[in-house]
């Protein structure tokens, strides 16, 4: 019997026609439409692969439908997407794309960074709407970056990616992890305790992993003990975040800005609390998303399918 992949998104038609040699492929034939969970929860149940995207949960509820299913294989470097406790009891492989996307999203923090720092979202709208009535002294004035006490909350291969290029901007870089992080080896970054990481950090990345440890770090005392003058940018995700605490901090002055990539549930939409905050620089989970990028990701999802339904090891599994 030929075994059955099942992709929930039209992605690169190369990585498509790679795994038609010799399975069955069924795409979900949307780039920017997930597959409806009704036809998920249809079509896995006789898949031997699958490859999700962050949109796709796959909890209990699938995994009891999903019988044959040998790999999950996700598009992205996080899988909080995925119920990693039922897949290991199902014996069921995971695997996610770590390494390809570390500098592309490495370098949408650092814009993040400077965007939220230099008010470019502000400076653009005030453009654009036509209000801007000329050069002042202090129009639209930022603040720098370079010399900047910046902390790393999470310090894995994108944090270290992102410290690297501070290097270049003389910033002195502190980071937070459990323990000493081997990404920080060749770094000048200093562990320090999350309290420290707060209290003289003018910017602080999230950067790290979402689990049931992390979730809801950066809530309302974590905002208290940050700069007024600080800047908070969240590339983790929005569970990370008790989002109500974050407004009422960047209303309340409690942090000067912040700048997100990610959100508790997604998409957000317009009518979304942050939406409108002029300190607020929102961009709609485009971390990883260079073109370059997004076809490593892909294709190092199909080599781990390739290699799990051909009885062999995956290149980047979940352990
Ligand atoms: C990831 O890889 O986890 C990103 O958030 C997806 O772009």
Redo the contacts with the bound molecule.
Sequence with gaps: MTKKVLITRMINKECIAKLEKDFEVVVWPEYEIPMPREKFLEEVKDAHAVMTM?SEQVDEEVLSLAENLHVISNL???YDNIDLETAKRKNIVVTN?PEV?TET?AELAFTMMLMSARRVIEANKELTDGSWTGWSPYHMAGTDVYGKTVGIFGMGAIGAAFARRLNGFDCKVLYHNRSESDYAKNLNADLVSFDELLNQSDFVLCAAPLTSETKHTFDKTAFEKMKNTAHFINIGRGGHVVENDLKNAVETGEIAAAALD?FDKEPIGSDHPFVGLKNMTLLP?I???SVDTRDKMMELCINNILQVLNGGKPFTPVE
């Design positions: 962050l992205a470097v996080g794309t996307l999203t990610v989970h971390g990883s998303a």
